[in-house]
């Protein structure tokens, strides 16, 4: 198998509808040294499906975890366990990567060993919603990521070489923002794009864009803030815990909150509910 500098690895699970989207966006990038990773979670052949649509490469690979609804995570690990670049991305089926994110992210590792990008939040028919992160590109700690890149974390590029993990099996959730907290371990901080280099979809009825608390994503940011209470984690950056513990603590105050705000406003996005309780934060921090 041909070496090529970066991995995409794209679980896939009831993908059909925008699995192809997330491919072509890859094909599409201007830097042309890449790989493309699927793996089924649902028993679909999609080697057969992308062929159908056009899209069938010798740098497209195709796993199976063998099971239906085995997990994003242990999709993922399949694929990380095999890949042999020194560059890795995660890109969601039903998401897609702007042009020039690949180019612009290994231009960065100069910087950092991990590269995060501001987001083009929008509708499952691709229509803009906000932007998330979006501003200078910058060098982030990881007590001041979170801040900054408030909602999803699977939008990573990292040197493999510097820094890399596995996703946690045990978590049902925030398992991007963990895989990240394993990084952190070796890596003192990202590379974060300012200008969106990656379209994040908000799909009708996901976890993601659901109404109210998930009791999941609850428990799951809890196991989190629990961890890191314990020091579970000996990050390479300091005060990392303690920016992390502030962020997963008014992340939860926010999920309790989310329901009756959504009720005032319907359609409320999380990530406009939230913010504003980050920017309060910080304000009384810069205050004291």
């Avoid at 490469?57 to 042999?84: M, Q, W």
């Avoid at 690949?102 to 991990?114: C, F, H, K, Q, S």
């Avoid at 794009?193 to 379209?199: F, R, V």
Wanted: glycine share 4%.
């Amino acid at each position: 198998m041909a070496q090529h500098t970066v991995a995409v690895v794209i679980p896939a699970y009831k993908a059909e509808r925008f699995i192809a989207e997330a491919v072509r966006s890859v094909v599409a990038q201007t830097w042309s040294d890449w790989e493309v990773w699927v793996i089924a979670d649902d028993g679909t052949d999609y080697e057969e499906l992308l062929g159908r649509a056009g899209l069938v490469s010798d740098r497209f690979h195709f796993l199976s975890t063998g099971r239906v609804a085995a997990g994003a995570s242990r999709a993922r690990n399949l694929a990380l366990d095999r890949i042999t670049t020194p560059y890795a991305a995660i890109l969601d089926a039903d998401d897609r990567m702007k042009p020039d994110k690949l180019a612009l992210a290994i231009e960065a590792m100069g910087y950092a060993p991990i590269v995060s990008s501001a987001l083009d939040v929008m509708t499952d028919s691709y229509r803009h919603l906000r932007y998330v992160g979006d501003g200078p590109d910058r060098l982030l700690d990881p007590a001041a990521y979170k801040f900054v890149s408030l909602s999803m974390d699977s939008m990573i590029v990292w040197d493999r070489r510097r820094c890399d993990a596995r996703y946690d099996l045990a978590l049902t959730n925030m398992t991007d923002l963990e895989f990240l907290m394993q990084l952190w371990r070796t890596a003192r901080e990202v590379h974060h794009l300012g200008t969106p280099q990656h379209d994040y979809v908000k799909v009708t009825g996901s976890m993601s864009n659901s109404d109210g608390i998930t009791e999941r994503m609850v428990a799951s940011k809890k196991a989190l803030l629990e961890r890191l209470e314990k020091g579970r984690y000996r990050f390479a950056a300091p005060r990392a815990a303690e920016g992390l513990i502030s962020f997963l603590s008014l992340s939860l105050a926010a999920e309790a909150a989310f329901p009756m705000a959504v009720a005032e406003r319907p359609g409320l996005l999380f990530e406009d509910h939230l913010e504003p309780m980050l920017r309060a934060y910080e304000a009384r921090v810069a205050a004291v």
